[in-house]
């Protein structure tokens, strides 16, 4: 259990310290953010055709009301501690893999729903949208990671042949 946290630690910190560097930002980040954004603005216009998006930004070509999504609210550091976790918990590797991509698959199918929906929100109520965006749907994210973890431990725990237990 004490070589899974100090793992995970050091990977959660490497991978966040890694994150915020000017070239995974320039290269990773900002355009995975902006596919997002554009992604969001797809799916809006799939219902009511009044989204467009630009850079990070997700706007309403109605009202005028736009979301910026930010570091934090693009699904990467959620993503980033279930690839930590995943990576300290002994497992075959060809596991790991799998639960980092059907994990990321996950977290990012929701953060989609997050970003639509407080698009929506925003535009009905800000204060509703406040409340949404920096309580209900962080906690949510966060729950979502755990919960794809659990599935995941549960997973490798079916296979006789993989460790159950955090070393």
Known sequence: ??????VFLATV???FAA???????????APWTASLAALCAHLVTLFDGHAIAYGNVLRSTTNGFGISIEAGCNGVEAALILIAAMLAFRA???AKLAGIVVGLLAVQAL??????????????????????????WQALI???VLIVWLLWLRWVAADGKRSVVPA
Do not use: C
């Open 92 to 94: 075959p590797w060809k």
């Open 19 to 29: 994150e915020l560097t000017p070239p995974v930002q320039h290269a990773v980040v």
């Open 142 to 144: 966060m729950l979502d």
């Open 111 to 136: 953060n989609v729903v997050r970003v639509v929906s407080l698009f929506y929100i925003g535009q009905w109520s800000p204060r509703a949208f406040e409340w949404a965006h920096l309580y209900l």
């Open 13 to 15: 910190g490497a991978l």
């Open 1 to 6: 259990m004490l070589r899974f946290a100090l």
